[in-house]
């Protein structure tokens, strides 16, 4: 391609020849970019590897992204160690993150300080079973895992999903607080109420919330109760009760390719809020630090770093929305089907771009966070993960931030229903203040859908219910032809948790509205010339000058 103006008069009166751009170096695609020697093994990135070098890139990344959230070696023998949970489903990108680990953070030169003690107090590694549908998969899952595990000499630790329902249960427990069976009706054109429901089977308990939910909801759900069983057996490493105790680390195997899926699918699902908590390298959640540390890799070369060093890796099916023998998650009527369909087509076509999309939501910042001053536990030190550090509302299913209220917001952005031009319209808060009463002989319900965020709301609705709006001024109280599927041991904790949280802040802002009042009092009483009594505040009188 010429360089040179064609229009330009020499200066010599001789044209001279023309400044050609040089062509770009063509770079021989059997020969690995890094060392320019070996012969290449994979395509990553436009880019040829070897596998040494490759080997190298995997263990770099990972240790380049973990390091800098890991607690420093202290030389102080009463210092506490940190307790390690690393989360491992049986894939390739968790089965490669219990070898990177152990490659990196255990090995003698690394898991001793200068004065001998050991770096980490118990590395445990944590399995929720979700085989309900295929136990002969899921056994052979945790086989090839605990082997692993035995293998490295670490501890292991199984936990069904049906312990999420089990209100006596040690994860339930462990936490705290109130806790006990509660349910929620599900079907359409009906406003979503809790009610108390008896003692039941756990494992009938979760069959019956998945029966009566749609299923594409089923992958939503089913991500929920795995992100908050895996805080919950982290948070049960922390060592005995003290004013400062250690914090206790999980470590998840999120990949960048995942990471970009979960981008789209939280998007399309409402859940844009929490985002930055979803896909961030590490942050803090009950008392418990969250590490991604395989944000920088992709499912592709994750993939072939366990095939390269021997380690056994399955196919997961337990998010699968629509039975054995079916692709994908939840099928194809499900948000994460279709996005996780788009970004393999897209990482096969356009592989740089997955990755820019994954890099670009790890800079997201969540805004959310509670300032440390504001923290009830302020007395621990700065790296101690804080129990509840968000400032606003948190939904007791999910236990994520929400924004704010979804029926605020779908009130302001939305129709919902069509009334009648001579009855006014009324809020959600009007129309939940009435639900409130009850009848004697009845069971008493509460309304759950201002308690939600908008993406658990959409779970537990179903796509058909269309018109459910239309129903909000029917009768609160429990029908006997109306189903309520249970819910989650620790929502009843958390929605009594917030109620009293909402009362705690409605004194405060009623004790500075009074605050406020008075001095606005005294400030008009000063400018008039009138004098305070001090010894009787409520006493507003005096002589006037």
Known sequence: MSCGNPDAVPIDGEPKEETLMPKKKTIDSRICIRCKDRKGSMVLGHYTYCRECLALLVVAKFTRLLFPHLPPLSRKPDTPTPSILLACSGGSASISMLELFHRAFCQSTSTKSRTGRARWGRIVVGFVDFG?????????????????????EWETWKVKVEEAFDKDGELINDKGGLNGTIGVNVLPGRVLKTTHLPNANPTSSYHSLLAQLPVSSHPSLRFQLLSSLLTRMAYSLSTAPSPTPTPPLLLT??????????VVSALASGRGYSLPLLVSSSFEAQGVNVIRPLGGLGKKELAWYARERG??????????GVGIGEDGK????SIEALTQEFIQTLNTTHPSTVSTIARTASKLVFPGYLPPSHDSSQARPSSCPRENPWAGRVCPICELPADQSPLEWLATTSITSLSS????????????????????????????EDKLCYACLTTLVSPSAASRTTKLATDAQVDESEPFAPLPSWVLGNLVGEVNKEKKK???????QVKVEREQVENWLKEEGWLLNDD??????GNKD
Do not use: C, F
């Open 132 to 152: 309900h549908e295929e136990q002969t998969r899921a056994d052979k899952r945790w086989t090839s895992i605990k082997a692993l595990a035995e293998k490295y």
């Open 253 to 262: 195997g999120l990949t960048s390719t995942r990471s970009a899926s979960l």
């Open 311 to 320: 380690l056994p890796s399955w196919d997961l099916d337990w998010d699968s």
């Open 330 to 333: 939840g099928g194809k009527s």
């Open 421 to 448: 031009q001579s009855s006014p319209p009324t809020s959600p808060s009007q129309t939940h203040s009435e639900h409130e009463t009850t009848t004697p002989g009845k069971t008493p319900t509460m309304p759950l």
């Open 506 to 512: 409605g004194e405060k802002e009623g004790q500075k």
């Open 536 to 541: 009787n505040d409520d006493d507003v009188g």
